[in-house]
């Protein structure tokens, strides 16, 4: 939450900016200091954060400067949903390639890349489709693979609850492999 930064000057302090009228303000009585200049730096105070975020505004909107609590606000802006078992590295990583995820989304290569970040850099992850195309010099010759269209995704961890596992893999595999290809996420955890 950005709120009062104690010490944060106002860059364009506002009783700089009001009508010179105003800045030479006199009162009747002399032993009184005029009301404007004394209460104004109240508004120096409130505004100077907001200033702050706007001539800072980049490092808000890029993932490996922003702070903590703007990455779920930033993960929205690419349709990923925050784990909360994720670190902090690896929801900054996820979101930065979140980008380049979706124009892969639904390839052998991107769903392998998007449940990599998932799991970690310890995981190892496998995917395996049956789809595809292939030719043959010789007609009539039997295609490779298996004429059932799935995708088989194998990941083997050094650690951890294996059915709590599986169920966060198979929410990542559901956003970025095909609606319509049937999907089995196989998580083996090695001791």
Do not use: K
Not at 49 to 74: G, Q, T
Not at 109 to 118: S, T
Not at 126 to 141: H, K
């Amino acid at each position: 939450m950005r709120g009062l930064v104690p010490g944060l000057p106002n860059p364009v302090p506002l009783l700089t900016r009001l009508p010179a009228i105003l800045q030479e303000e006199e009162f009747v009585d002399p032993s009184r200091p005029p009301f404007l200049p004394r209460f104004m730096p109240a508004f120096d105070d409130a505004i100077a954060p907001v200033y702050s975020v706007l001539d800072n505004l980049e490092a808000y909107v890029r993932p490996e400067y922003a702070p903590s609590d703007f990455l779920e606000w930033l993960a929205g802006w690419v349709n990923v949903a925050v784990d909360e078992a994720w670190t902090e590295e690896q929801r900054r990583r996820i979101v930065a390639d979140a980008a380049s995820l979706h124009r892969r989304a639904g390839t052998a290569g991107g769903i392998r890349d998007a449940l990599q970040l998932a799991a970690g850099p310890a995981p190892t992850v496998e995917v395996e489709e049956t789809g595809g195309s292939s030719w043959s010099s010789t007609p009539g010759a039997s295609l490779p693979g298996s004429a059932d269209v799935a995708v088989v995704i194998t990941i083997t961890v050094p650690d951890g609850d294996q059915a709590e596992l599986t169920r966060r893999f198979e929410r990542v595999a559901a956003a970025v492999v095909p609606a319509h290809v049937p999907t089995r996420v196989e998580v083996s955890v090695t001791t």
